[in-house]
């Protein structure tokens, strides 16, 4: 999965190329895109006993999403069900030793990156190390109306929050910035993340100003929504642009696979579902690999808290040995 901390060898990033699997968790968001039956009637055992089967079997992170309010007009697809991220990672953190644990993703455009840094960086420090910051830019209106921050500039906020996370998270007690929207010296921040020289930073999205951010200021890319056929143009793209920046460290790069089954479903899991042996299943995922990308997400079809523990189990154990 990769060193623990970036010391001696920059932000931290799965190792020798290596294709390594995380997941969403399932319970802290219930949009009904994904969201499967059972969730709906789950609750915090439920989140502790899928983070402690993601450390058990080799997953390399868990993700939790961010929406602080839905509206009325959104709350029949989306749900109100969005956990809030720093809490419950921090939760998490206590329940596991390894896993690491992943904001997918934060809109951190909605308060001073100071705000942010503070949160992350103590969940860095508590967790040994374990932080992945995702970052995205939002989409819903009214939560950016509510806190009175501009929807129509939520990019650039967001282009200048990460320079600013990137200070504010690195090795210094009393950071220095100065930005168009934030500026900050002489102010201490303690206690600091444990990660050194900073946690990584993977920016979300797939429309071309996300590539175009993540290319330029992530250590990784967060697609969202791309099917497989469309990822080589846009690995491509961020390649490019990343290299027309000057920037000399790859970006790890993620996709979400389609969902997994593994074994022979005795029920309807959907026609895009990955299913059968371990072997096929890898031999699926590899391609995926092939491409350059270096994480996959995967989302395992469940009708119980059992059911996807145990798939979680039969694809750490039997799938992940195959990938690579």
């Keep these: ?40 009637a789950a609750g915090v055992a439920d989140l502790v006993a899928v983070a402690r089967a993601a450390d058990r079997y080799g997953f390399a992170y868990i993700g939790c999403c961010e929406h602080i309010a839905i509206p009325r007009r959104l709350a029949e697809a989306m749900s109100t069900v969005w956990y809030d991220p720093v809490a419950t990672l921090a939760y998490l953190a206590a329940a596991t030793e390894r896993v690491r644990l992943l904001s997918h993703v934060a809109v951190v455009g909605l308060r001073h990156p100071l705000i942010s840094a503070k949160q992350y960086a103590t969940l860095d420090h508590l967790s040994g190390g374990r932080l ?29 929050t990460v320079d600013a996370l990137k200070a504010a998270l690195g090795s210094e007690e009393f950071p220095a910035f100065a930005g168009k929207r ?57 390649r490019a642009m990343r290299e027309a920046a000057g920037v000399r460290e790859p970006a790890v790069i993620g996709a979400i696979a389609e969902p997994v089954y593994v074994g022979e479903p005795g029920w309807d899991v959907g026609r895009r579902a990955l299913t059968g042996p371990p072997e096929r299943i890898a031999a699926s995922l590899r391609e995926y690999g092939a491409m350059g990308v270096t994480q996959i997400q995967v989302r395992f079809r469940s009708r119980s808290r059992a059911e996807l523990t145990d798939q979680m189990a039969a694809f750490g154990t039997d799938v992940a040995p195959c990938l690579n």
């Design 182 to 238: 934030f500026a900050f010296e002489g102010l201490g921040q303690a206690p600091r993340p444990a990660q050194t020289p900073r946690p990584p930073i993977w920016v979300g999205g797939s429309s071309a100003a996300a590539v175009r951010r993540a290319a330029e200021r992530g250590d990784g890319w967060l697609p969202q929504g791309d099917r497989r056929e469309a990822l080589p143009g846009q690995i491509a793209r961020l």
């Design 1 to 40: 999965m990769g060193g623990t901390d970036g010391a001696g060898g920059g932000v931290w990033r799965p190792e020798g190329g290596r294709l390594v699997y995380g997941m969403q968790l399932p319970v802290q968001a219930q949009s009904v895109l994904f969201a499967e039956g059972w969730e709906a």
């Design 132 to 160: 992945i910051l995702g970052v995205g830019a939002g989409h819903v209106p009214e939560e950016f109306a509510a806190l009175r921050v501009g929807f129509e500039e939520r990019g650039a906020v967001l282009d200048e």
